[in-house]
């Protein structure tokens, strides 16, 4: 096998603010705060708090040690410990590539949304609008729930989220398309 140079990231920086952001996504800035709401406020910072030290920041720690370590991703981590754990470093990449396809989904929800603003069809832009009828429009018109048919299947082809989803994986695409060093300037 010979040795070839890895890619490096452009600054510690970049290292950082990619971290950071596959780590911080909608379950810290959407989801939680509205568990925290539905379910009695700050009682849920004493568990969060304590998943976060005990959990998250260790093995984001023995993740970024491993990396550095062994210099490789995933399947060759595993690997060096013993040929058998190949399996973990493929399934961390398969749950990896899970996440990136419905995530880049619920993105290209949020950027229908975002064009959708800009018309005159949104409720938001109406006087007296509830989070009840904001909610509806969300789910409604940009998911296309409105297109189910009685029996729960889609009758027809949201092609707004069509397009969004294409924006979408064109731009992931664009942005991880040219090594870290690209990737690293973008974040």
Not at 60 to 80: A, K, P, R, S
Not at 127 to 139: I, L, S
Not at 163 to 177: D, E, K, P, S
Request: charged fraction near 15%.
């Amino acid at each position: 096998m010979t040795d070839v140079k890895r890619e490096e990231w452009s600054s510690r920086w970049a290292f950082y603010f990619a971290a950071i952001g596959a780590a911080v996504g909608f379950g810290n800035v959407w989801r939680f705060p509205a568990l925290c709401v539905d379910y009695g406020g700050g009682a849920f910072f004493v568990p969060y708090l304590l998943a976060l030290f005990f959990v998250g920041i260790p093995i984001l720690i023995l993740e970024i040690g491993f990396g550095q370590f062994f210099q490789t991703g995933d399947v060759n981590v595993f690997g060096g410990f013993h040929p058998r754990f190949r399996g973990v470093g493929v399934a961390s990449v398969c749950c990896g590539f899970m996440l990136v396809v419905y995530y880049s989904m619920l993105i290209a929800w949020v950027v229908h949304a975002f064009f959708d603003s800009f018309g005159s069809e949104d409720p938001w832009g109406k006087e007296g609008t509830t989070g009840t009828v904001a909610v509806d429009y969300f789910v409604g018109e940009i998911i296309g729930a409105n297109t189910l048919g009685d029996d729960g299947r889609p009758t027809r082809v949201v092609w707004a989220n069509v397009g969004c989803c294409a924006l979408v994986w064109t731009i992931c695409f664009f942005g991880t398309a040219f090594g870290v060093e690209v990737t690293g300037r973008i974040t």
